[in-house]
């Protein structure tokens, strides 16, 4: 069952039929549209998509200890990054997202996974991502109520770059 939450231009809806898997490592067939580790990823990929002639078919997981400067070379070629939540936590991925999103410009699809809960959603949008797939014990209906978290934003975002009192 995926419990994906995808933000669009006209709200937050839940995804029924998305085509990305996760592989968190080299087992199993590869897919088309398959999320695969850093090394993985590059080691799979023609010498077209690494020299950045053609974008790729799969997409990058990044994990914790992974440097999102790993991937400014791909970042033109990629069309999906996710970034893994071993543990609610460990926030890790909260940085990486906000790096991706306003240092190195990425406007590709940007995804939470792994143990991503309803309280997350806001601050997880706060820092750039735009879909989320909640844990899978988890209720995605009640999961969405979570991106309606915060009515005032204080502080610079990626969603909202000036803090309140420049704002005003």
């Keep these: 069952m995926i419990n994906l939450i995808r933000l669009q231009q006209d709200g937050a809806q839940i995804i ?3 085509p990305w898997q996760l592989m968190r490592n080299d087992e199993g ?8 580790p850093v090394q993985c990823w590059a080691q799979c990929q023609s010498d077209a998509v690494l020299q950045g002639r053609e974008v790729s078919s799969q997409g ?31 926030g890790r991925g909260y940085s990486q ?33 735009d879909s989320f797939a909640v844990r899978e014990d988890k209720s995605v209906e009640d999961a969405l109520k979570g ?22």
Excluded: N
């Excluded at 067939?29 to 695969?36: D, Q, S």
């Excluded at 309606?148 to 704002?167: A, K, N, T, W």
């Design 16 to 18: 029924a039929d998305d």
């Design 29 to 36: 067939p590869l897919v088309t549209k398959a999320i695969l």
């Design 60 to 90: 990058v997981l990044l994990q914790p200890d992974d440097e999102p400067e790993a991937l400014l070379d791909w970042l033109p070629v990629l069309p999906l990054i996710a970034i893994d939540f071993p543990s609610f936590r460990d």
């Design 97 to 129: 997202a906000y790096l991706l999103r306003t240092r190195f410009g990425w406007q590709g699809e940007l995804r939470a996974v792994g143990d991503v809960l309803r309280d997350q959603l806001s601050h997880m949008r706060q820092c750039g991502f």
């Design 147 to 168: 991106l309606q978290g915060l009515s005032v934003l204080y502080g610079r975002s990626v969603i909202e770059p000036l803090p309140l009192f420049r704002r005003r």
